[in-house]
């Protein structure tokens, strides 16, 4: 008989809807029926393309002994952390405090009235490894809450209050300034590995955020090292097997499984990694004209739309690592990217067979498991004719379509979707793919159509155009005002400058502290053991990062002063990391840039349909200027009428031709008609 999660819009919680654990969602009535029971709360929190959360679910939750256990002693709880982000904030940061580690699947117990008590990551159904087995630890907490009630509730209270006292504060830090961004900078020289291009350490997740720094920084201050780390990190990512070498897109990190051996993916794709990455190769191609960063950017392009677009326009979360081995029935992490050379063999012919096994480094022993290999890019690998290649991988790409394909969690996160909006809206404007902004244009319609209610309010995530109970976080505002600023840019639609801006003013009004530091959470939000606050950048942009730089851009537009005021108190946590930490707060130097550099307001003047005004608009995109703001049209009259951005605003077109006017720290260059001209004030690179 299904469980409580039948109706649920998250397909991680759907797959747990037939277990025989009672599972509940997250919501009162989980904690009023433990009360009501006296027993503890079994919290576990995971995600759909998580692969050692089907592994615990297929050990343990599918077990029904094991699920007899949980039922009779505890109320469980089953979260999908995509979509409650704060519940998984708070309680990840109490199991890091605890264990010095964290990680999915979370299992984490906790009193009825949501304080935690016990805490872990997978448990395995049997002990090994100095791992005590799941049965072992449900049997432990259950004896501790019946027989040391005093002890486990002493355990509780001190760490929900070590919990409540970490209210981070910047202090006096004050913005971010040029010796910031240096000194970070330096702090990063030291942990690239100057031979291989990656950071040091034996995993490897995509630093997407640091390189986009690093191209800012680039643009800025003229920093050579800091164009040639961006060019190593991006090319050591696009020849390893972090990059699907034959679908395009990236899986989520690599280890280095032993010395000098290969780079072994974790294989789901997350649209999250795929969108900033896209827009990361997009943004080198535009520094450098680099034709490797072109293809990166327009197959991750083309791969979120091929493989994770759904019906109703937006983009699902993520596809699985694992996959069914086809002639098994088993599910194995990797068995769709993986070949040997004689699969090669068999879809290719002896000849090109071989070719590809030399050129993509599949071997006979293999470089993964089962004598199979993932595809990478060998340095000693032999060069081939570029349509030769194109046909291989066609022919490969159409193969391997004929495999069980992964399992994707087709649910829409709202701020994601906003990553990936900015990203294929940039990719269309530069590559000459009006397909792309089309794309973005319809998830960006999504957004609005499914997502915003009618004060603007975001709902966290959707699913089949259905929306889901959760109220949007600081991500979700930043990050979709972002997507929105930058189709604003692209389409000269300042319709996308609007909603932007409802977005930016909720994140005034129900995000912000006192000091300018904001909060993940809205001040009407759920109120949990800690209202959660995150300014590091890891995965992905922190809201707080992602809230600061659409602040920024929409003060640039406007002339607003409270927003742009906002900004600058938001980014003093970049001050306060940036020298120390600047791995874990790239977005929030990347942000901090455009700060320094103004950011540059660029106003192009003239018809729409002219093709000297599609000109100098495509020249202003394709400006390095960190984070500079494009607006396009018509003149705007004083009194508000004509153009739809504020920039335009009494711009006059000189002698009667499309006119670009670039201005920064209220100060103006020339207004100039001439291409040159205006590519020479925005840094635009020619290529």
């Given at each position: 008989?299904?469980?409580?999660?039948?109706?649920?819009?998250?397909?991680?919680?759907?797959?747990?809807?037939d277990?025989?654990?009672?599972?509940?969602?997250?919501?009162?009535?989980?904690f009023?029926?433990?009360?009501?029971?006296?027993?503890?709360?079994?919290?576990?929190?995971?995600?759909?393309?998580?692969?050692?959360?089907?592994?615990?679910?297929?050990?343990?939750?599918?077990?029904?002994?094991?699920?007899?256990?949980m039922?009779?002693?505890?109320?469980s709880?089953?979260?999908?952390?995509?979509?409650?982000?704060?519940?998984?904030?708070?309680?990840?940061?109490?199991?890091?405090?605890?264990?010095?580690?964290?990680?999915?699947?979370?299992?984490?117990?906790?009193?009825?009235?949501?304080?935690?008590?016990?805490?872990?990551?997978?448990?395995?159904?049997?002990?090994?490894?100095?791992?005590?087995?799941?049965?072992?630890?449900?049997?432990?907490?259950?004896?501790?809450?019946?027989?040391?009630?005093?002890?486990?509730?002493?355990?509780?209270?001190?760490?929900?209050?070590?919990?409540?006292?970490?209210?981070?504060?910047?202090?006096?830090?004050?913005?971010?300034?040029?010796?910031?961004?240096?000194?970070?900078?330096?702090?990063?020289?030291?942990?690239?590995?100057?031979?291989?291009?990656?950071?040091?350490?034996?995993?490897?997740?995509?630093?997407?955020?640091?390189?986009?720094?690093?191209l800012?920084?680039?643009?800025?201050?003229g920093?050579?090292?800091?164009?040639?780390?961006?060019?190593?990190?991006?090319?050591?990512?696009?020849?390893?097997?972090?990059?699907?070498?034959?679908?395009?897109?990236?899986?989520?990190?690599?280890?280095t499984?032993?010395?000098?051996?290969?780079?072994?993916?974790?294989?789901?794709?997350?649209?999250?990694?795929?969108?900033?990455?896209?827009?990361?190769?997009?943004?080198?191609?535009?520094?450098?004209?680099?034709?490797?960063?072109?293809?990166?950017?327009?197959?991750?392009?083309d791969?979120?739309?091929?493989?994770?677009?759904?019906?109703?326009g937006?983009?699902?979360?993520?596809?699985?690592?694992?996959?069914?081995?086809?002639?098994?029935?088993?599910?194995?992490?990797?068995?769709?990217?993986?070949?040997?050379?004689?699969?090669?063999?068999?879809?290719?012919?002896?000849?090109?067979?071989?070719?590809?096994?030399?050129?993509?480094?599949?071997?006979?022993?293999?470089?993964?498991?089962?004598?199979?290999?993932?595809?990478?890019?060998p340095?000693?690998?032999?060069?081939?004719?570029?349509?030769?290649?194109?046909?291989?991988?066609?022919?490969?790409?159409?193969?391997?379509?004929?495999?069980?394909?992964?399992?994707?969690?087709?649910?829409?996160?709202?701020?994601?979707?906003?990553?990936?909006?900015?990203?294929?809206?940039?990719?269309?404007?530069?590559?000459?793919?009006?397909?792309?902004?089309?794309?973005?244009?319809?998830?960006?319609?999504?957004?609005?159509?499914?997502?915003?209610?009618?004060?603007a309010?975001?709902?966290?995530?959707?699913?089949?155009?259905?929306?889901?109970?959760?109220?949007?976080?600081?991500?979700?505002?930043?990050?979709?005002?972002?997507?929105?600023?930058?189709?604003?840019?692209?389409?000269?639609?300042?319709?996308?400058?609007?909603?932007?801006?409802?977005?930016?003013?909720l994140?005034?009004?129900?995000?912000?502290?006192?000091?300018?530091?904001?909060?993940?959470?809205?001040?009407?939000?759920?109120?949990?053991?800690?209202?959660?606050?995150?300014p590091?950048?890891?995965?992905a942009?922190?809201?707080?990062?992602?809230?600061?730089?659409?602040?920024?851009?929409?003060?640039?537009?406007?002339?607003?002063?409270?927003?742009?005021?906002?900004?600058?108190?938001?980014?003093?946590?970049?001050?306060?990391?940036?020298?120390?930490?600047?791995r874990?707060?790239?977005?929030?130097l990347?942000?901090?840039e455009?700060l320094?550099?103004?950011?540059?307001?660029?106003?192009v003047v003239?018809?729409?349909?002219?093709?000297?005004?599609?000109?100098?608009?495509?020249?202003?995109?394709?400006?390095?200027?960190?984070?500079?703001?494009?607006?396009?049209?018509?003149?705007?009259?004083?009194?508000?009428?004509?153009?739809?951005?504020?920039?335009?605003?009494?711009?006059?077109?000189?002698r009667?031709?499309?006119?670009?006017?670039?201005c920064?720290?209220?100060?103006?260059?020339?207004?100039?008609?001439?291409?040159?001209?205006?590519?020479?004030?925005?840094?635009?690179?020619?290529?």
């Amino acid at each position: 008989m299904p469980n409580r999660l039948a109706q649920a819009t998250s397909p991680y919680l759907l797959q747990h809807a037939d277990n025989p654990v009672d599972w509940w969602p997250w919501e009162a009535g989980a904690f009023e029926e433990a009360r009501r029971r006296d027993v503890p709360v079994l919290l576990s929190v995971g995600y759909s393309a998580c692969h050692w959360c089907h592994v615990m679910a297929h050990e343990s939750f599918e077990d029904d002994d094991t699920a007899a256990y949980m039922n009779e002693h505890f109320v469980s709880v089953k979260v999908d952390r995509e979509e409650r982000p704060d519940v998984d904030a708070v309680y990840m940061e109490a199991v890091q405090a605890a264990t010095g580690q964290g990680g999915w699947p979370m299992s984490v117990f906790m009193t009825p009235d949501g304080k935690p008590f016990y805490f872990g990551t997978y448990f395995p159904p049997e002990a090994r490894h100095g791992m005590p087995s799941f049965r072992q630890v449900l049997e432990g907490v259950h004896n501790a809450w019946t027989s040391r009630r005093d002890e486990v509730g002493e355990v509780a209270g001190r760490i929900a209050r070590d919990l409540a006292e970490r209210e981070l504060s910047t202090g006096d830090a004050g913005a971010p300034t040029e010796e910031t961004q240096a000194v970070a900078l330096l702090q990063l020289t030291r942990d690239v590995d100057p031979a291989s291009g990656w950071f040091k350490g034996d995993t490897k997740f995509p630093p997407s955020m640091v390189i986009e720094f690093l191209l800012r920084h680039h643009a800025r201050a003229g920093s050579v090292a800091a164009l040639e780390m961006a060019e190593g990190l991006c090319g050591a990512m696009a020849r390893s097997s972090l990059y699907d070498q034959v679908g395009g897109g990236f899986h989520r990190y690599v280890l280095t499984p032993r010395p000098g051996g290969s780079l072994v993916p974790h294989f789901e794709k997350m649209l999250y990694d795929n969108a900033l990455l896209c827009r990361v190769y997009a943004h080198l191609w535009r520094a450098t004209g680099s034709d490797l960063a072109r293809r990166v950017a327009l197959e991750t392009a083309d791969f979120m739309v091929r493989e994770l677009r759904t019906r109703e326009g937006g983009f699902a979360s993520a596809l699985d690592a694992d996959s069914e081995e086809a002639g098994s029935g088993r599910h194995v992490e990797g068995a769709y990217y993986a070949w040997t050379p004689g699969e090669l063999a068999e879809v290719l012919g002896e000849a090109d067979g071989e070719l590809a096994a030399a050129y993509f480094g599949v071997t006979e022993e293999g470089t993964f498991e089962h004598g199979k290999s993932v595809l990478q890019l060998p340095q000693d690998g032999p060069v081939v004719e570029a349509g030769r290649l194109a046909s291989i991988r066609e022919r490969l790409l159409a193969a391997r379509g004929l495999r069980p394909a992964p399992g994707r969690d087709d649910k829409v996160v709202a701020a994601w979707n906003g990553l990936a909006i900015a990203a294929l809206a940039e990719c269309g404007a530069f590559f000459g793919r009006p397909d792309l902004v089309e794309r973005a244009v319809e998830a960006a319609d999504l957004l609005v159509r499914v997502h915003m209610d009618g004060t603007a309010r975001l709902a966290r995530t959707s699913r089949d155009g259905r929306v889901g109970a959760n109220a949007g976080v600081l991500e979700d505002y930043g990050d979709v005002a972002e997507g929105f600023l930058t189709l604003a840019a692209v389409t000269g639609e300042g319709v996308w400058l609007e909603f932007a801006g409802f977005l930016v003013d909720l994140v005034l009004a129900g995000f912000t502290a006192e000091d300018g530091s904001l909060y993940d959470t809205a001040h009407d939000a759920e109120r949990l053991i800690r209202r959660p606050q995150d300014p590091t950048d890891t995965a992905a942009p922190s809201g707080w990062t992602a809230a600061a730089g659409a602040l920024l851009s929409y003060a640039a537009h406007t002339g607003s002063r409270p927003h742009r005021e906002a900004a600058e108190r938001a980014l003093a946590v970049v001050q306060a990391l940036g020298p120390r930490a600047p791995r874990f707060i790239g977005h929030g130097l990347a942000v901090a840039e455009a700060l320094v550099d103004g950011p540059r307001e660029v106003a192009v003047v003239g018809h729409p349909e002219d093709p000297a005004t599609a000109a100098l608009h495509r020249t202003a995109l394709l400006g390095t200027a960190p984070g500079a703001v494009v607006a396009v049209g018509l003149p705007r009259a004083a009194d508000g009428s004509g153009g739809e951005f504020p920039l335009l605003a009494e711009r006059t077109l000189v002698r009667d031709l499309p006119t670009a006017y670039v201005c920064r720290h209220f100060v103006c260059a020339r207004p100039t008609t001439e291409l040159v001209e205006l590519a020479d004030q925005l840094g635009v690179v020619h290529h």
